[in-house]
Nanobody, 125 residues
Framework: QVQLVESGGGLVQAGGSLRLSCAAS????????MSWFRQAPGKEREFVGT????????YYADSVKGRFTISRDNAKNTVYLQMNSLKPEDTAVYYC??????????????????WGQGTQVTVSS
């Protein structure tokens, strides 16, 4: 069982940047594709992006492509989400997730197996 803990959320002005981190424990980190999802108030949870086990492949939602970057450090059991050019519509709780399957499967709609508790990101206009 993998435990995931997100950090780095907060309040930022539109156009600003934030970097989220997700620390994993309880499993072999490099065995999991890692993803970020988000959920805004009153909306369903949505896919943000995902990264393969090795970090060699990444996939993003169209809404964040070119602004957000996912990376991972398998030696530190950590995945990151660098968010630039933030918009008020990026306001949400951001969740880290781990998948036994591949990043491509997550991109195709297969939900991850393990989830963190989430971290709040608020972008003011």
């Amino acid at each position: 069982q993998v435990q995931l803990v997100e950090s780095g959320g907060g309040l930022v002005q539109a156009g600003g940047s934030l970097r989220l981190s997700c620390a994993a424990s309880g499993g072999t980190f490099s065995n999991y594709a890692m993803s970020w999802f988000r959920q805004a108030p009153g909306k369903e949870r949505e896919f943000v992006g995902t990264i393969s086990r090795s970090g060699g492949r990444t996939y993003y939602a169209d809404s964040v492509k070119g602004r957000f970057t996912i990376s991972r450090d398998n030696a530190k059991n950590t995945v990151y989400l660098q968010m630039n050019s933030l918009k008020p519509e990026d306001t949400a709780v951001y969740y880290c997730a781990a998948s036994i399957g591949t990043a491509a499967q997550v991109m195709g709609g297969v939900m991850p197996d393990y989830w963190g508790q989430g971290t709040q990101v608020t972008v003011s206009s």
